[in-house]
């Protein structure tokens, strides 16, 4: 029992006021509110990129555990862009993958002022000669042709090379009697070949026309985003056309087109879940389904 200065035990409400008068304190007391700065040399102890902010939640997680959830945010939902290799990676079967047309690159027809150096630019940033890459593989033991675009080079915008690389690969995929499977990502026709890019939309629809003739299965898979010239021609023209969740697609943009026709647009247009609600898709499918339901198609349609 606890007692006074002068030795006598101390009444029970008096102690039990005590303990409550230091309970309060401490609630009430006040806790540091700033967080601890790391210093520059701790700054440098941490790998560039080893953490990725959500940009539609702002969580902020391991890239390393990002990627194993194949780039969509655990909180939200948010499918972040992937870059093709690691597309491909998820999708065909290990060690089946072998890239066509590596080594086509652009050249610079109009000597359009810095084209050269940006592409270069690009090149050495994303390890890749083009805004896309094509090959043969198989998934789930389907045999196909893939073309994966890649909006890190020239934000995937289609110059005379990527529509040459899609051309080649329909008409691969005709000579194998094989299906085509395309992944678009893409601001649309690059500026800097003018007319050059242009023609690329109808030299893709006529290599896609071809492959319909001949019986031949084209599945069309837009990621974010899928614009422009890309979403006018060959991205829209598939047996199937498929979307990632949230993807942007539409040819003009939402400012340009508010303008010419003087009404405010729906917050979700030209969205994949926009799109699929007045009947441009036929099925958004979180990355997380895609494979599956890629190997149903293909089981579908496969001939023996």
């Given at each position: 029992m606890d007692q006074g200065s002068d030795g006598k035990a101390l009444p029970v409400h008096y102690i039990a006021k005590k303990e409550v008068s230091s309970v309060l304190k401490d609630f009430f007391s006040k806790k540091k509110r700033y967080a601890t700065i790391p210093s520059e040399?701790?700054?440098?102890?941490?790998?560039?990129?080893?953490?990725?902010?959500?940009?539609?939640?702002?969580?902020?997680?391991?890239?390393?555990?990002?990627?194993?959830?194949?780039?969509?945010?655990?909180s939200c939902g948010f499918h972040h862009r992937m870059n093709a290799f690691d597309r491909i990676e998820s999708l065909l079967d290990p060690g089946t993958f072998v890239e066509l047309d590596k080594g086509m690159t652009t050249e610079d027809p109009l000597s359009f002022p810095t084209y050269r150096e940006k592409v270069e630019a690009d090149r050495k940033k994303t390890n890749l000669n083009e805004a896309i890459v094509t090959g043969e593989g198989t998934m789930?033991?389907?045999?196909?042709?893939?073309?994966?675009?890649?909006?890190?080079?020239?934000?995937?915008s289609m110059g005379s090379v990527v529509g040459e690389k899609i051309t080649r690969a329909i008409e691969r995929a005709i000579e194998n009697k094989q299906p085509f499977l395309l992944f678009s990502a893409s601001g649309g026709a690059r500026m800097q070949e003018g007319v050059l890019s242009l023609m690329q939309m109808a030299k893709t629809s006529a290599a896609l026309e071809r492959l319909d003739r001949v019986g031949g299965l084209f599945i069309s898979v837009m990621t974010h985003p899928t614009t422009g010239g890309v979403s006018a021609s060959f991205a829209s023209l598939g047996d199937y056309n498929f979307a990632e969740p949230g993807a942007l697609i539409g040819f003009a943009g939402r400012r340009i087109i508010e303008q010419t026709i003087r009404e405010e647009l729906p917050n979700d247009f030209q969205t994949a879940e926009f799109l699929l609600k007045h009947g441009q898709l036929d099925r958004v499918i979180p990355r997380s389904e895609m494979k599956d339901t890629l190997t149903k198609i293909l089981d579908i349609h496969h001939v023996s």
């Open positions: 040399r701790a700054k440098h102890d941490i790998p560039e990129g080893i953490m990725t902010k959500c940009p539609s939640c702002r969580t902020i997680m391991y890239t390393k555990e990002l990627k194993k959830n194949l780039y969509v945010c655990d789930n033991g389907f045999p196909l042709v893939i073309g994966v675009m890649d909006a890190r080079f020239r934000m995937g």
